[in-house]
């Protein structure tokens, strides 16, 4: 009976950290990498470049820095926060003369509208080269948050208890669901980009 050889499936592999064909590629183009993170609180993004010894970090941006020092009060890890970290990174690496830079999505899925797209859009506004298929990209509704506003519009004149605990975090903060797209467009404003979504 032939014996069975065993192959060695290198440990990040293994723990579905690291698609190394991916890996590969990028490390071969030799350009920045942008790099795209959702925790369950932020949606966390930065500019990468591949060396030797490791990844060095070029910029980055998180929603959280967005709501501590640009007055973001919505959610920080729905749609019109992603743009808007995007659009930041986006900033920041025109600020540190990082002018293009390869969208890398690691060992996740990359889902059209979703907000790695959102992220990407918004660096891209930002000044940052990066390819991708517009296609990608929610509609204008979706980042600036008309469709949160909609929705709440209509659960607080079905179930205001109900709209009371979903929208809470948003209202301790002193925003009105209803009034995300302006909020938006304010917070768009102060990144100083123009509202031409």
Same mark, same amino acid.
């Given at each position: 009976?032939?014996?069975?050889?065993?192959?060695?499936?290198?440990?990040?592999?293994?723990?579905?950290?690291?698609?190394?064909?991916?890996?590969?590629?990028?490390?071969?183009?030799?350009?920045?990498?942008?790099?795209?993170?959702?925790?369950?609180?932020?949606?966390?993004?930065?500019?990468?470049?591949?060396?030797?010894?490791?990844?060095?970090?070029?910029?980055?941006?998180?929603?959280?820095?967005?709501?501590?020092?640009?007055?973001?009060?919505?959610?920080?890890?729905?749609?019109?926060?992603?743009? %808007?970290? *995007?659009?930041?990174?986006?900033?920041? #690496? +025109? @600020?540190?003369?990082?002018?293009? $830079?390869?969208? /890398?999505?690691?060992?996740?899925?990359?889902?059209?509208?979703?907000?790695?797209?959102?992220?990407?859009?918004?660096?891209?506004?930002?000044?940052?080269?990066?390819?991708?298929?517009?296609?990608?990209?929610?509609?204008?509704?979706? %980042?600036? *948050?008309?469709?949160?506003?909609?929705? #709440? +519009? @209509?659960?607080?004149?079905?179930? $205001?208890?109900? /709209?009371?605990?979903?929208?809470?975090?948003?209202?301790?903060?002193?925003?009105?669901?209803?009034?995300?797209?302006?909020?938006?467009?304010?917070?768009?404003?102060?990144?100083?980009?123009?509202?031409?979504?």
């Amino acid at each position: 009976m032939a014996r069975q050889q065993y192959v060695q499936i290198a440990k990040r592999r293994r723990e579905g950290k690291t698609d190394y064909r991916k890996r590969k590629g990028i490390i071969l183009g030799k350009k920045p990498f942008l790099t795209v993170h959702v925790s369950n609180r932020y949606i966390y993004g930065q500019v990468m470049k591949s060396a030797a010894n490791g990844d060095i970090a070029l910029c980055s941006s998180s929603s959280r820095t967005l709501a501590k020092k640009y007055g973001w009060k919505g959610s920080t890890k729905n749609l019109p926060s992603a743009y %808007l970290s *995007g659009l930041l990174l986006g900033r920041k #690496a +025109k @600020e540190n003369k990082v002018t293009e $830079a390869i969208a /890398y999505a690691g060992v996740s899925r990359f889902v059209h509208g979703s907000r790695l797209s959102a992220f990407l859009a918004g660096a891209k506004d930002g000044g940052l080269q990066i390819e991708f298929d517009k296609e990608i990209i929610p509609e204008k509704n979706r %980042l600036n *948050g008309k469709h949160i506003a909609d929705y #709440a +519009k @209509e659960l607080e004149s079905e179930d $205001a208890s109900e /709209y009371k605990q979903m929208f809470s975090r948003v209202l301790s903060k002193g925003l009105n669901p209803s009034d995300y797209p302006t909020h938006f467009e304010q917070v768009q404003s102060s990144l100083g980009a123009s509202n031409n979504l």
